[in-house]
């Protein structure tokens, strides 16, 4: 019986031995295993990031940006859908708001108030103002949010739920 001396084997006769051949052969297909595994129970910061969700409140204190706001809004909505948008309306600014409200051309606004708000966003008409300027609440359109002053939402949206400012 002889021995063989494995520090003389050269690599074609390494690979000749049926053992080491076996584990070159599979040697590819258990890095590709591998790797699915890897790909498949990675975390998840190695996967694609979601839009982020950015809060915006418009500042609408005069009706005649009323028209401008909604259409930035719906701009806005479309680039980002996971966008949260509130218009907060007070002094002049509610007027946009009331039913039969049109703009200069006479188009009415709340077809594009209601499409906003099945995207989500949210109007906030100031109840100070109202009082103010004697507007009866049901005159303001449905789905408003009545809020006791709309300076007020405008302060607390951007110090207490970090709302990005946005006046048109």
Do not use: W
């Not at 309306?89 to 708000?117: I, S, W």
């Not at 408003?144 to 739920?161: A, C, D, K, N, W």
């Amino acid at each position: 019986m002889t021995t063989q001396d494995y520090t003389q084997n050269s690599p074609v006769e390494i690979t000749a031995n049926p053992i080491y051949r076996e584990t070159l052969y599979y040697l590819p297909l258990l890095v590709a295993i591998l790797l699915a595994l890897f790909v498949a129970f990675s975390p998840p910061a190695l996967a694609e990031p979601a839009a982020t969700a950015v809060k915006v409140v418009y500042h609408i204190d005069d009706a005649s940006t009323g028209r401008f706001a909604l259409h930035i809004a719906e701009d806005h909505i479309k680039a980002n859908p996971n966008m949260q948008v509130a218009m907060v309306a007070y002094a002049g600014g509610v007027d946009f708001l009331l039913k039969g409200a049109t703009d200069k051309r006479g188009n009415a606004y709340e077809p594009n108030v209601k499409a906003l708000l099945a995207h989500g966003v949210h109007f906030k008409v100031c109840k100070t103002t109202l009082k103010f300027r004697d507007i009866p609440t049901d005159q303001v359109l449905d789905g408003m949010e009545l809020v006791p002053s709309g300076t007020y939402e405008v302060i607390r949206l951007q110090g207490e739920e970090g709302y990005v400012y946005l006046k048109p």
